[in-house]
């Protein structure tokens, strides 16, 4: 695939409805990095979790992705998982949204985490 590309959908063929919706992650080495911010960095042990044997992306993750975004389902989103994030994973994600997204209205509600 071109190196520009972020995102893969997947369907059976062109008359059938979107299966899957892949975001691809740019990774350096050994470390994730985040597509609109390259300063942002996690090391690859601790951005992809493997449960129950699916790799995803670590919450705090997921949730950088949203803060640009604003809608209500992705507030909702950040308050079901600010109680499971530990505090390395909150000062993370709040340290992340204030480089990445200054103005994201998150930046209130993650500095007072």
Request: aromatic letters at 6%.
């Amino acid at each position: 695939m071109p190196e520009d590309r972020q995102q893969l959908w997947l369907r059976k063929n062109a008359a059938s409805p979107w299966l899957l919706d892949i975001l691809l992650q740019p990774v350096d080495g050994e470390h994730w990095v985040f597509k609109r911010d390259h300063r942002i960095r996690m090391p690859m042990a601790d951005a992809v979790l493997i449960t129950d044997g699916i790799a995803h992306l670590a919450p705090e993750l997921v949730l950088l992705h949203k803060a640009h975004l604003c809608r209500p389902k992705d507030d909702v989103d950040l308050e079901a998982t600010l109680p499971h994030l530990d505090a390395r994973a909150r000062s993370w994600l709040a340290d992340a949204v204030r480089r990445a997204v200054p103005d994201s209205p998150w930046n209130d509600r993650l500095a007072n985490t």
